[in-house]
């Protein structure tokens, strides 16, 4: 970008001239900003071996194998009996919750 662009007058502006260069570079400058606001790597890896047992009229357990590396929360999401959705949230250490 700093081949076709002005110095910035603030961290994050830029005047282009060239759009047609833009176009081609777009995808990558795209890919290094995401990666500089989240941090390389990406999304986490998700949980495994997702089980769910003592299964009642009422409720049900899940459990899980926990992904590799520190999680802060997990996210939940089920159906209920009338088709409404239904999320809860539940703390990284845990690998297991009754819904």
Request: glycine share 6%; aromatic share 8%; with cysteine.
């Amino acid at each position: 970008l700093r081949s076709i662009a002005t110095d910035p007058d603030e961290i994050h502006m830029y005047n282009v001239a060239d759009f047609s260069f833009l176009l081609d570079i777009v995808d990558n400058l795209s890919d290094n900003l995401c990666n500089s606001v989240k941090g390389a790597g990406g999304a986490p890896d998700a949980p495994t071996n997702l089980v769910t047992s003592e299964v009642t009229h009422q409720s049900f357990r899940a459990t899980w194998t926990a992904p590799e590396g520190p999680v802060e929360k997990y996210r939940v999401e089920y159906m209920t009996v009338s088709g409404a959705p239904e999320q809860v949230f539940v703390d990284g250490t845990e690998t297991t919750v009754v819904l």
